[in-house]
């Protein structure tokens, strides 16, 4: 069962914008992180950014005041708004959840990923 699915990834010019959307599954449950990670090729996976219950945001230094991260609990749904994209931000997107599942048990789950390339 796919537990989280992930869109908006693609190619985008410099400067550009693109919005990523993570669905996750009912069948998890008291989320209480959402976030996004990415893993260039070469590069160790980072945290983007994540938000909390009660909508406390974190953002890494290199993207703070181009990123910006949101929530619709009621659809259990995070999002990365990117703007004025740099080639460095090119990378595999990863949506990270922590919740709870049918057994009670507290742990992350990860989407499969997206890529988002940022190149002229």
């Known amino acids: 069962q796919v537990q989280l699915v992930e869109s908006g990834g693609g190619l985008v010019q410099p400067g550009g914008s693109l919005r990523l959307s993570c669905a996750a599954s009912?069948?998890?449950?008291?989320?209480?992180?959402m976030g996004w990670y990415r893993q260039a090729p070469g590069k160790e996976r980072e945290l983007v950014a994540e938000i909390i219950n009660g909508g406390r945001t974190t953002y890494a230094d290199s993207v703070k005041g181009r990123f910006t991260i949101s929530r619709d609990n009621a659809k259990n749904t995070v999002y990365l708004q990117m703007n004025s994209l740099k080639p460095e931000d090119t990378a595999v997107y990863y949506c990270?959840?922590?919740?709870?599942?049918?057994?009670?048990?507290?742990?992350?789950?990860w989407g499969q990923g997206t890529q988002v390339t940022v190149s002229s």
């Open positions: 990270n959840v922590f919740g709870t599942d049918y057994t009670a048990t507290r742990r992350n789950y």
């Open positions: 009912r069948s998890i449950f008291s989320i209480t992180v």
